[in-house]
């Protein structure tokens, strides 16, 4: 089935810091969507794409659905403690089936 | 308010037994999705349904059953086939249509297999 490749699988942020994250696919989606999930709880939509090329912002988080639509990245400038968490994309192909990546895991610096 | 409630939050169960997850969404939503997320790991569809009384196997739904008598309700039993039980369990809902389709989670329920 598709797959979706995400990276990196874990970062270490400093507060104030701006970090980034993709997602690949070997396949078109019509849609990429952003999560985040803390630990022991749902998901949580971040950013939803629905245009090839189309760049979204949701506060400090800005999100691009990738020309070629087999990728998509997330951008947290200026990150704080809270943004710690996993962030999933997802994907959807056709109907409302999802494809998820593995997640990245933020951490914050020791 | 408006939203995907899942119960219970904890469950355990010894080898053997069946055990169903419950899943109630008051966002009018068509579409309902379970999925499965092991630890470190990504989310993997195990059963959905566009419309009652109709729901499709995902990609895992070897040991799992479902039924969707109502438009609100989509419960989740792991039966005793399933080898693997031991997981996390998310809700999801969406409407059905080609744009703004986003998937809604509940907050989860965690098993844990004795």
């Known amino acids: 089935g598709q797959q979706l490749n995400q990276s990196p699988q874990s970062m270490f942020i400093q507060e104030g810091e701006d970090v980034s994250m993709n997602c690949t696919s070997s396949?078109?989606?019509?849609?990429w969507l952003w999560y985040k999930q803390d630990p022991g709880e749902g998901p949580v939509l971040l950013i939803a794409?629905?245009?090839?090329?189309e760049l979204t912002s949701n506060g400090r988080l800005t999100a691009q659905f990738g020309i070629t639509r087999k990728d998509s990245f997330l951008n947290i400038s200026a990150s704080i403690p809270s943004d710690v968490g996993i962030y999933f994309c997802?994907?959807?192909?056709?109907?409302?089936?999802?494809?998820f990546g593995g997640g990245t895991r933020v951490l914050v610096k020791p | 308010d408006g939203g995907i409630t899942q119960s219970p939050k904890y469950l355990f169960r010894k080898e053997g037994q069946n055990v169903t997850l419950s899943c109630e969404q008051n966002?009018?939503?068509?579409?309902m999705y379970w999925y499965r997320q092991d630890p470190g790991q990504g989310l993997r569809l195990i059963y959905y349904?566009?419309?009652?009384?109709?729901?499709q196997k995902g990609d895992i739904a070897e040991g799992y059953s479902v039924s969707r008598e109502k438009k609100e309700s989509f419960p989740l039993t792991v039966t005793s086939a399933q080898k693997n039980p031991t997981a996390f369990y998310l809700c999801?809902?969406?409407?059905?249509?080609?744009?703004?389709?986003?998937?809604?989670f509940g907050p989860g329920t965690r098993l844990t297999v004795l």
């Open positions: 999801a809902s969406s409407i059905v249509g080609d744009s703004y389709n986003e998937q809604f």
């Open positions: 396949s078109i989606f019509n849609t």
């Open positions: 794409l629905y245009k090839a090329g």
């Open positions: 966002l009018n939503h068509d579409a």
């Open positions: 349904s566009q419309i009652v009384n109709d729901f």
């Open positions: 997802a994907g959807r192909a056709a109907g409302n089936k999802l494809t």
